[in-house]
Nanobody, 127 residues
Framework: QVQLLESGGGLVQAGDSLRLSCAFS????????MGWFRQAPGKEREFVAG????????PYADSVKGRFTISRDTAKNTVILQMNSLKPEDTAVYYC????????????????????WGQGTQVTVSS
């Protein structure tokens, strides 16, 4: 059974950086598109970034383009979300998700597109 474990969240000030990691286990990592979502209090869960099985396509939410970078390390079965120039509005619980069902050319931007989820890691950005 696939398991995902996020780490790297914390409390930082605006303008700082954080590096989130998602450890994948229990399956064949290369079969899954991977995504990062976030959910702030009182808001719906939103797509942040995704990376295809081959690692060749990385869509981002408009709100994080130019600031966040998603990558995957196949040898380590790990997905990274590098977050720079953090803003208070980035405050949320960040979730890692895995998808084996979408075509190789399609990375889902909605929660329903992903089969497996981590428990989340809290990111808090103060002014």
């Amino acid at each position: 059974q696939v398991q995902l474990l996020e780490s790297g969240g914390g409390l930082v000030q605006a303008g700082d950086s954080l590096r989130l990691s998602c450890a994948f286990s229990g399956g064949t990592f290369s079969m899954y598109h991977m995504g990062w979502f976030r959910q702030a209090p009182g808001k719906e869960r939103e797509f942040v970034a995704g990376i295809r099985r081959t690692g060749g396509n990385t869509p981002y939410a408009d709100s994080v383009k130019g600031r966040f970078t998603i990558s995957r390390d196949t040898a380590k079965n790990t997905v990274i979300l590098q977050m720079n120039s953090l803003k208070p509005e980035d405050t949320a619980v960040y979730y890692c998700a895995a998808d084996s069902r979408s075509p190789i050319w399609a990375i889902s931007r909605v929660s329903a597109g992903y089969e497996y989820w981590g428990q989340g890691t809290q990111v808090t950005v103060s002014s």
